[in-house]
């Protein structure tokens, strides 16, 4: 017998050589039919894998993510499987899960596919599934494993196979078809009803530009059909909130081949949203005690080789500046650190003037290649809400805390309640990426977990995806269609005050060195503004929208009227434009809906006579008619209630 503990602390004591879909029956039949995935002693295993010990098993569902990506890397081998069938001679490469779908890599050799050929990779997809083939997994030993590739001639799979450890290699098998896979999948094809393959592309082999270009076909899958509509009719609403998009038709930023790739142009209206956000976010940071700074867009060369960025961001950076002195060099700052420990560095401090809290908007450059730029996601040129607390050791948890706090206000405003933290800790087997000693990492990554527990959060931690001078935490937001982005940043670290020499005078007269806190609650300006204009869908806050009110007039008989109520409203503080053009109504009341503008005033014959306006707004239609003052106070009074409810 074995005892097998389950996710709620229940033990269960079964026949060794149970499977994890025999547990799975014994809870209920109902529940077995939803398990697809399984993980035993915390390693994948197939849900007909026989468990011989004592062990801690969890079964998943298309509910968790594990369950997830059985599913989607399960779809990949019924991709693979369907492309062999249609397109004999080719050669596979790799099919993993992906965090929405699968895709799979092939060279295709002197074949061609577009993607008109889709739909019938997709039919050929289905018909596999819909014989309810098993996965099996089989362990091989190295040497049949390079025999059978190397009589395929799929030197591909004989290159990842060199690379693994003799006893570790298995194939997973279903119908006909056999792949070189680690393991992880649904117990049968059966298992999934729908299939979107969604788009091709290319892709390098291992990433390397130097290696031949493979053939990419990305995928999506469902357990029901109902899933698969509802998730394109997502992707189409994401069609229509794409931030490019919007912000184009809303006129709030442009991009210019003249002045480069990567480089956004703030147009005005943009240009008063980012200014609304700044001042927004620099009231929140009086209150919490910050200083602002100004720092230039440059710094020598030597500042970033003290830092360590030129050794970790060179290859990513702009080519330096060299001036007419000899040896002279210069670069467009990668981030705004090094600026503000030189800032500390200006003059002597001691433990009574920490925590000292540095800030700025500031602008960073880094060379992003070509392909990877994407709207104001993706740029080579940003701005960062910044902050440096340079703080003793016995100050960096309560500092840490009060970050966290502001982090949270900043999402609350804008309305990103959804959201998980991620404590991104160093990757423990590749030290050559990070800077510092071992003892301080492990100082910086007890801070960060501490504080996270101390304060609640739901995080997950992550090895591997610290910055090369300290652990983080990140907030990853989830926004109106479901998608996690990566927005507010938390990141300790005891490596730049040592390479910086920055020092204290402490209590005891000695002098010692101060952690710094690195912070961005936005992350970036352009990256912020691109998620809130796709969560929102362009219809921002009423405090936060470019214009708030749009008066439209009858004619052009109208527009000395039009232009008094303009005047009353500019009086109150409200945001308004007066739209005089010799158009007709019902086209001024389109362009103004398209523009997210929350309310319309229209003024005519009528309304002049009564000294009134006729109300409208956005996405509901008309309200009335009431006099200029008594819509001033209405608006003032929705942007205060907003505004409390924000707590802005």
């Not at 209206?269 to 927004?280: D, I, M, P, S, T």
């Amino acid at each position: 017998m074995i005892a097998i503990t389950l996710p709620d602390g229940s033990v269960k004591h079964f026949d060794a050589g149970v499977t994890p879909m025999d547990v799975a029956k014994s809870i209920s039949e109902g529940f077995a039919r939803n398990v697809i995935s399984a993980s035993f002693n915390e390693l994948t295993v197939e849900t007909s894998t026989p468990l011989m010990k004592d062990g801690s098993l969890i079964l998943y569902t298309w509910n968790n993510e594990e369950g997830k990506k059985a599913f989607w890397h399960s779809s990949a081998h019924i991709l693979a499987q369907a492309l062999e069938q249609l397109y004999p001679g080719i050669k596979l490469t790799i099919g993993p899960a992906i965090e929405n779908g699968f895709y799979y890599d092939v060279d295709f050799g002197e074949k061609t596919i577009s993607e008109k050929d889709l739909k019938e990779i997709e039919d050929k997809m289905l018909e596999i599934a819909r014989g309810k083939f098993e996965f099996s997994i089989r362990e091989s030993s190295k040497t049949d494993a390079l025999d059978y590739y190397k009589k395929q001639g799929n030197e591909y799979k004989v290159e990842l196979i060199e690379n693994l450890e003799d006893g570790t290699i298995t194939f997973c098998d279903h119908d006909t078809f056999t792949d070189l896979c680690r393991g992880g999948h649904i117990p049968n094809t059966g298992t999934v009803k729908a299939i979107k393959l969604m788009s091709i592309a290319g892709a390098y082999w291992r990433g390397d530009e130097k290696n031949k270009q493979l053939t990419r076909i990305y995928g999506i899958s469902f357990p029901k059909q109902k899933d698969l509509t509802e998730y394109l009719e997502l992707l189409e609403q994401a069609k229509q909130r794409d931030h490019r998009k919007l912000g184009k038709e809303l006129e709030l930023f442009t991009f210019s081949q003249k002045v480069g790739q990567g480089l956004p142009l703030w147009l005005p209206k943009g240009a008063a949203l980012r200014e609304r956000l700044e001042n927004f976010l620099k009231k929140a940071q009086k209150k919490a005690g910050y200083e602002m700074v100004i720092t230039p867009h440059i710094g020598q060369k030597e500042l970033y080789v003290t830092s360590g960025h030129y050794a970790k961001y060179g290859a990513d950076s702009f080519q330096s500046i060299k001036t007419p002195n000899e040896g002279e060099e210069f670069l467009l700052k990668p981030m705004n650190c090094p600026h503000h420990c030189e800032i500390y560095n200006s003059k002597p401090w001691s433990y009574k003037d920490l925590p000292k809290r540095f800030a700025e908007f500031g602008t960073v450059y880094r060379y992003e290649q070509s392909g990877e730029l994407h709207g104001l996601t993706r740029v080579r040129g940003f701005t960062q809400d910044d902050a440096h607390i340079f703080c003793t050791p016995d100050q960096l948890d309560e500092e840490f805390k009060k970050v966290i706090d502001l982090v949270l206000y900043v999402f609350g405003s804008l309305g990103f309640e959804n959201f998980y933290t991620q404590v991104s800790l160093r990757d423990p087997e590749k030290p050559e990426k990070y800077i510092g000693s071992i003892e301080n990492w492990e100082k910086a990554e007890k801070a960060i977990i501490n504080a996270a527990e101390s304060k609640g959060l739901d995080y997950k931690i992550e090895y591997g995806e610290a910055a090369f001078y300290g652990p983080k935490l990140d907030f990853m937001v989830k926004d109106a269609l479901g998608r996690s982005w990566q927005l507010g940043t938390i990141q300790v670290d005891y490596n730049l005050p040592e390479r910086f020499e920055l020092e204290y005078k402490g209590s005891d007269n000695e002098m010692h060195r101060p952690v710094m806190i690195h912070r961005a609650p936005f992350g970036s300006m352009e990256r912020f503004v691109a998620i809130l204009l796709e969560h929102t869908g362009g219809n921002f806050p009423l405090w936060l929208m470019p214009e708030q009110v749009s008066i439209l007039s009858l004619s052009e008989k109208y527009e000395k009227y039009s232009q008094k109520v303009l005047d009353l409203l500019e009086n109150d503080e409200i945001r308004a434009l007066a739209d005089n053009r010799s158009e007709t109504i019902g086209k001024k009341i389109r362009e103004a809906e398209m523009n997210k503008i929350p309310y319309m005033l229209i003024v005519g014959e009528q309304e002049e006579k009564d000294g009134t306006v006729s109300v409208r707004k956005h996405g509901e239609g008309d309200l009335g008619t009431m006099t200029p003052n008594a819509f001033s106070e209405l608006i003032q009074k929705a942007v205060k209630e907003e505004l409390k409810e924000f707590n802005v």
